[in-house]
């Protein structure tokens, strides 16, 4: 493999992993995928709001009832409009509104949340622990 083929290698796989994206890029992609969540919850949608759990979380959650009962036995605040704050530490993120505070983990189809329902600075319910 000569030179130019070595570096057109390094740059697909680069490409293809969530670590090589840009941070503000990485911030965009989670704030957005924390206000699908969120628009999903205002709309007691349940399929999407279960879809955009990370595995962990939707399993914790299914232990005893259905996702979506679960969920709205949480009574989750929800969050509209943009983010006050978006956090990215490698695959984890943070996304603050104004009443809630949504935590996700990068996956290989996206941001999935693993956490909501913390209002900012203050304690609170979630999702997962």
Do not use: I, N
């Not at 990370?54 to 949480?74: F, I, K, N, V, Y």
């Amino acid at each position: 493999m000569g030179p130019s083929t070595g570096w057109l290698l390094a740059g697909a796989v680069c490409l293809a992993a969530s670590g090589c994206a840009t941070v503000g890029g990485r911030a965009e992609a989670a704030e957005a995928a924390s206000q699908r969540f969120e628009r999903a919850l205002m709309a007691a949608d349940d399929v999407r709001v279960c879809d955009a759990l990370a595995p962990a979380t939707r399993e914790e959650l299914e232990a005893e009832a259905p996702c979506g009962p679960s969920l709205a036995a949480l009574r989750l605040p929800v969050a509209a409009g943009r983010a006050k704050r978006v956090d990215v530490y490698g695959s984890q993120a943070l996304v603050v509104f104004a009443q809630d505070s949504v935590f996700l983990a990068s996956f290989p189809d996206g941001w999935r949340v693993t956490a909501a329902g913390a209002p900012p600075g203050r304690g609170g319910r979630t999702t997962a622990s």
